[in-house]
């Protein structure tokens, strides 16, 4: 099996399999990824901070998220604000955007998170493409008092972002349930622009992550082990 996790070699190992780490296609994204110029030349000398705001990709989310991400925004007034949207979900779920100091733009996440100065990210893959693009956020997450209760009972971990689990220590914040509120997001976010020592902080994490996932390209590494375990055993 081939794992793109680096922490999942380990928990496999427990059971008996020796699986391989290839390295992270999401890595692979980020790094092989062609900026819109036109979009990035737009914004990258913006008089206001650029926060990006990323509700996520799933319906279910972006309805718990997006309403308290929306607060945030009103909340602080003085930063420009810009929400990562996806064409694969309906339009009407965006139909509720009212503060002034925010943009909407669809399929446009990582334009976004290049010029961007810090992030409101729902925990998923999102919160390492954050990372890879180098921007300092805060995570959050919501779901049902039930399914959170569920959770609660079955799952056993220490963090539940990405970023956190494969730096295996506290990088970035994590906000979950009712932790995750207004007045805890706008708090995180003020840090993330104004504080330069906490920046600096969230950039050491994000490099010990980036020396974890490694450089090589989990496609290229998976053919190559595909080949090799065919050849040995013919």
């Known amino acids: 099996m081939f794992v793109i996790l680096p922490f999942e070699k380990a928990f496999y190992k427990k059971f008996d399999w020796d699986v391989d780490y290839v390295g992270n296609p999401v890595a692979d994204a980020v790094a092989g990824y062609r ?9 990258e000398n913006y008089d206001l901070p650029l926060v990006a705001v990323l509700p996520g990709s799933r319906i279910q989310e972006v309805a718990k998220m997006l309403p308290v991400m929306l607060e945030v925004i009103a909340r602080i007034p003085e930063y ?29 996440t ?6 961007a100065k810090a992030a409101i990210v729902t925990s998923g893959t999102a919160t390492l493409e954050t990372a890879l693009w ?14 959170y209760a569920i959770g609660l009972r079955l ?14 220590e506290k990088v970035v914040t994590e906000l979950l349930q009712d932790a995750c509120n207004v007045e805890t997001l706008s708090h995180e976010i003020r840090l ?22 490694g450089n090589e390209t989990a496609s290229d590494k998976t053919a190559r082990l595909m080949i090799a375990y065919l050849n040995n055993k013919t």
């Open 134 to 147: 180098n921007v300092p956020q805060v995570v959050g997450y919501k779901t049902s008092r039930l399914t």
């Open 80 to 108: 420009q604000f810009m929400i990562a949207g996806v064409s694969s979900l309906p339009a009407e779920v965006y139909k509720n955007i009212y503060p002034d100091n925010v943009n909407l733009h669809i399929d446009k």
């Open 155 to 168: 799952v056993r971990i220490t963090y539940f972002s990405l970023v956190n689990l494969i730096a295996d």
């Open 35 to 43: 900026i819109d110029e036109n979009f990035r030349k737009q914004y």
């Open 192 to 213: 993330l622009t104004e504080d330069e020592g906490r920046r600096t902080r969230v950039f050491e994490g994000y490099r010990k992550v980036k020396n974890i996932l």
């Open 110 to 115: 990582y334009e976004i998170l290049s010029v």
